[in-house]
Every structure is written in structure tokens, then in C-alpha cells.
């Protein structure tokens, strides 16, 4: 512990005079109510995303309400502050676009107030992952809350969950098998209660990371939204804050390469979301290490998927947390866990396993001689096609197109997409290869969830459901299908995507970890000659789009900002 002030006595507003800087600040406080004793408490930050645009933070007022009482009840004051706020359906062009502009909003409100230790109440996609790179970057001690996963829903007797389901009727609906009037009250079901996707999506995956990681208490990732014991867990973080303020615990000492380590094999086990390999290495990245992509995909070689959760499996997250939530999964995996790392509780993880309740019997989770998958649900593919690297979530690719050579069918851009899916007179068949390119981080921009390319419209109404799809863009965490991500580097930095002219051969090939482009170097070497860039998007000359076009890194890197990346250590995750 060092003598550093506390309270409302940081980080002082700068006149040249500290006691009038304090009591100005007090007397301004003061306006709020507050009485002098409560304004010698250490500050708790309570970092509110709450925001009517975004539907997964309905219940950000209660949290705070309820994470305010956890933090009077040790001893604390609790200040809540805004921060942007990013809503996956509701943002154009895309939530990944804003994330690091959310990291950077975050970490600068930290930096600037007087907060002893802050709650990051966060749930959505992107805002997890952007709490934790500012967390990482801001020294402050830190704690994570999310808003959890919403119920399920009914249709007609079938249980429904966003946004598998929803992906899976809309493909019903493009194929002509659901008509409008059913495809509107799907829409009407699909999302009953407040709270993030019910399936192992991109906020899922990233709930269970963070548990894993030891930034949440144990048992906070998979509790619903809606349920009494979210809101008796936001009270407990508010109480644990004031003990991280106390004990100075940031989250330099929590996110080792251990914990990251931790973390990736877990992301495995669940069948995770691609989308948590790019937020992991970003967050790694904030603690100068550089996230590995073969060693993650050797651990994915001896790693089960051992959850039977959408879209790899049957459950939703709601059975996950009846089941025993994360537990279960941390257990089948003590073998391979390093269960020395410390967590926010000021205790190891595998103290923390040893303390939780004993297991009951269930469905939803197995052991690992019994796996959903016999690997890690993400693969990492390489070849001419992606250099620095591909990944496809084998566990939720059709087996069968998992080995395939195919013609390619090559979109140019998203709109080129739009425009061109649904024609008849697209050239295309069911063995055919889908790209899309012009879609990263830069090309885009902001490497958007379009890697769910549709199936083309006359192939779907002839049944066909899957296709071999590739592009330089990202898909959401709820989605499925045989489809390989995140080919690095994009085409509009002059990627080999760039170069796949309509009729090339592509080939396929998970168990291999291959992806070939069947063209002669040479002819390679012509086409690149003649290639030139995209036009970069509208409104690239100003603003936030201009800062991020112009520092964005590549996928494998975590697409962070290269200025806000920690010098590197020379260090690599998984160790």
C-alpha cells in the first residue's frame, strides 16, 4: 500500500491550491446532499452504460441501485458516471467500429475522477471487452458486472433464444418455409426479458471470459438478467470494490498470462464466440502480451467443447446457470487450469473452485471424457488465402463441408453483397465458395458482423442451409455454419483476399488447419501488380473514423488502437 490519497482528495482539479481544490469539490458535492462524513469514504466509480438504445442494458438503473447498496453497506461512496454505451443491433456500421472509442472513453473517466476503485457494469457484445482493455489500461482497481443473459422464449411449443434462433428462422423465411405472418410473431418471442442473447454469443462468451480471467466474482457470468440473485450479485461487487480500493488489487496482478491462458482454454471449452479470439488479444495486448495464434490453436487441439449450449449444442444460458454456471466447466478443466491465479476475491482461482458448492447432477455441461466436440470450438486456419491467420468455429460448421474445394463466388464489398445475393441470375451452386472482401477492419469499416454471408436466395429456397463462406469480416457469437473469419491481412490493405478473381479454387481444410488459394504464384504475383486499393469510406477525413483508420490493427493483433497497446514484454498468450 503506498500513502497516495484517497477519496475525494485524488486527483485534485488543478488551481494551485489543494485545499481550495478540495474544498470546492466538497462544497459542490455537498449541492448532490452528500454530508461531510460520506465525502471522507473512499470513491467507488460505478461506470453507467445504461442507454435506450441498447436493449441488453435494461436493467443498468437496477444494478447500479443495487451495486450503490453493496458499496454503502462496506463502507464506500458510490458515484456513478456515464460512459458511451455500444447496442449491436442499433449501431451503424457496426458496435466494432466504437469499441476502442468506448475503451478510450472508459479509461479516461477513470483516470480523470477521484475513484478509488470502479464497478464496470457492461453486458452487451463490445462493452465488456471495452471495460476490460480500459481496466487494463487505467491502474485502477477494477471489478466487472454484467447485466446477464435473458430468458428464453416459446414459439408455437419450441423454446426460442436470440440470436440463434433468430438466425435460423430468418434463414426459414429466405428459403420460403415461414411466411410473414409467422416470421412477425417469431420476432415478438424470440426476446422476452431484459438482458444479453441466451445463447453461448459474443456477450456470453465474454461474461465467461471475465469470470475466468478472475475479474468478476465467481458465479456472476451466467445468471439472468431478470433474476434476484443478478441484482444480490451487483450488491456483493459493490461491497467487493471497496476491498479492492483497500487492498489496492488492480488488475495488472490479476491479468497474468496464466489468467489469459485461463481464459483461451475456457473460451474453447464453451464453444465461444470467434469473436472473444480478437477481444482477448486486445486485451492482452493493454497488458503488453501478444496473443499466439498457433498456440491457441494447440490448445484447441486438446481442448473438448464441453458445453451443450447453442449454437454448438441444445441448452441456453439459463440452463448453464441452473446447472451451476461457469463452475461445472472450471472443474472438468482443473487438469489444465492454472489454479494460481489470483482474483478479484483476493483469492486464487482454484481456491475459489475448491470453496464452490458441490456439483449435482445435470445435462449441460460435460466431462471431459465425454465431450460435446472432441476439440476446442475455434480453430485456427492458414495457408496463401490468410497468412497471419483465419478462424473458423468448427463446432458449429457442418461436418461435411469441413474438407471441401469449391469455385469461389467473390463479393467486393458489402454492398456488392446487398446487391447481388438475391439475383437469379447470381452464378453460383451449392458447392461453391462464398467471399466476401473489403469488409476488415479498415475496409469496412470496422470489421462488421457480415461473415454470415446469406445463403444465396434460390439456393435456400431449394433447401440448402450451409455453404463454405470466407471473408476478412467477423460473425456474431450466436451464429453458425461453415465459416471461416477474420482472414488477416484484410483485403483493403492489399490481402490475399484481394487477389480471388470468380472461379478460383478454394480449398478447405479444418482437420489440416489449411486454407489454399489453388492459383500460381505467378498469377498472384500479376494480380497483386494491378490491384489497387478500395476508396476509403465516407466521412474518412474527419473525426473518430479518420482516428481509427489510421491506427487500427489487424485481426490477429485485436484490432486496438496501435497508440493505446502497452509496449510489448515479449511475452505470448497461451503460455
Known amino acids: 500500500m503506498t500513502d497516495r490519497p484517497k477519496g475525494l482528495r485524488r486527483r485534485l482539479t488543478d488551481y494551485g491550491d489543494p485545499g481550495f481544490s478540495l474544498f470546492l469539490r466538497k462544497a459542490f458535492a455537498k449541492s448532490m446532499g452528500y454530508t461531510e462524513a460520506e465525502l471522507d469514504r473512499p470513491v467507488i466509480g460505478i461506470a453507467d452504460t445504461g442507454s435506450g438504445l441498447v436493449s441488453c442494458h435494461g436493467t443498468v438503473p437496477a444494478l447500479i441501485d443495487a451495486v450503490s447498496r453493496g458499496v454503502v453497506a462496506a463502507g464506500g461512496l458510490p458515484l456513478a458516471f456515464p460512459t458511451i454505451s455500444l447496442g449491436e443491433p442499433f449501431m451503424h456500421p457496426t458496435t466494432m467500429l466504437f469499441r476502442n472509442l468506448m475503451a478510450m472513453d472508459t479509461e479516461e473517466m477513470i483516470r480523470a475522477h477521484p475513484i478509488d476503485a470502479v464497478v464496470l457494469i457492461g453486458g452487451c457484445d463490445k462493452t465488456v471487452p471495452a471495460q476490460l482493455m480500459a481496466a487494463a489500461s487505467a491502474g485502477t482497481p477494477a471489478i466487472q458486472l454484467v447485466t446477464g443473459p435473458m430468458l428464453t422464449g416459446s414459439h408455437r411449443g419450441e423454446r426460442l433464444g436470440a440470436c440463434t434462433d433468430c438466425r435460423r428462422y430468418w434463414g426459414a423465411r429466405r428459403g420460403g418455409r415461414v411466411d410473414e405472418d409467422e416470421i412477425a410473431e417469431v420476432g415478438g418471442r424470440l426476446m422476452p426479458s431484459a438482458g444479453t442473447c441466451m445463447v453461448m454469443g459474443t ?179 492458414r495457408g496463401n488465402l490468410a497468412p497471419d491467420g483465419a478462424i473458423i468455429k468448427q463446432s458449429a460448421a457442418t461436418p461435411a463441408l469441413c474438407s471441401h474445394n469449391g469455385r469461389a463466388v467473390v463479393f467486393d464489398s458489402l454492398a456488392d453483397l446487398t446487391a447481388r445475393i438475391d439475383d437469379p441470375a447470381l452464378d453460383v451452386t451449392p458447392d461453391d465458395v462464398l467471399v466476401l472482401r473489403n469488409a476488415g477492419p479498415r475496409g469496412a469499416p470496422g470489421m462488421p458482423e457480415a461473415g454470415y454471408i446469406p445463403i444465396p436466395k434460390k439456393l435456400a429456397t431449394q433447401g440448402v442451409t450451409d455453404m463454405v463462406r470466407i471473408s476478412d469480416a467477423r460473425m456474431s457469437g450466436t451464429a453458425f455454419g461453415t465459416i471461416v473469419l477474420h482472414a488477416a491481412p484484410e483485403a483493403a490493405i492489399g490481402g490475399p483476399l484481394a487477389l480471388v478473381e470468380n472461379g478460383d479454387r478454394i480449398a478447405l481444410d479444418v482437420a489440416s488447419r489449411a486454407l489454399t488459394l489453388e492459383v500460381s504464384q505467378a498469377t498472384l504475383d500479376a494480380r497483386r501488380a494491378a490491384w489497387r486499393p478500395p476508396p476509403p469510406p465516407e466521412g474518412a477525413g474527419r473525426g473518430y473514423l479518420a482516428l481509427h483508420l489510421a491506427h487500427v490493427e489487424q485481426a490477429d493483433r485485436g484490432c486496438d488502437l496501435d497508440f493505446l497497446t502497452a509496449p510489448r514484454t515479449g511475452t505470448a498468450v497461451p503460455i
Not at 204 to 223: F, V, Y
Not at 292 to 317: A, C, I
Not at 344 to 367: C, F, N
Request: glycine letters at 8%; a negative charge.
Open 203 to 381: 456477450a456470453s462468451t465474454m461474461a465467461c471470459a471475465a469470470e475466468a480471467l478472475g475479474m468478476m466474482l465467481p458465479g456472476s457470468a451466467t445468471i439472468p438478467a431478470v433474476l434476484a440473485d443478478r441484482m444480490r450479485a451487483a450488491r456483493e461487487t459493490g461491497a467487493r470494490a471497496v476491498a479492492l480500493a483497500a487492498e489496492g488489487l488492480i488488475p495488472e496482478r490479476i491479468l497474468t498470462p496464466a489468467a489469459f491462458t485461463n481464459a483461451l482454454r475456457v473460451l474453447l471449452a464453451v464453444g465461444g464466440s470467434t469473436n472473444a479470439v480478437i477481444h482477448l488479444a486486445a486485451i492482452a495486448g493493454r497488458c503488453g502480451f501478444a496473443l499466439d495464434l498457433e498456440r491457441l490453436d494447440r490448445l484447441s487441439r486438446e481442448t473438448p467443447v464441453l458445453l451443450d449450449l447453442k449454437p454448438s449444442g441444445r441448452h441456453y444460458m439459463e440452463d448453464l446457470n441452473k446447472a451451476g454456471g461457469l463452475m461445472p466447466v472450471l472443474r472438468a478443466l482443473v487438469p489444465a487450469l492454472d489454479l494460481d491465479c489470483l482474483t478479484v476475491t483476493g483469492r486464487t482461482l482454484g481456491d475459489e473452485i475448491a470453496a464452490a458448492p458441490e456439483p449435482w447432477p445435470q445435462d449441460v455441461v460435460r466431462e471431459a471424457d465425454e465431450p460435446i466436440y472432441p476439440e476446442g470450438g475455434i480453430a485456427v486456419l
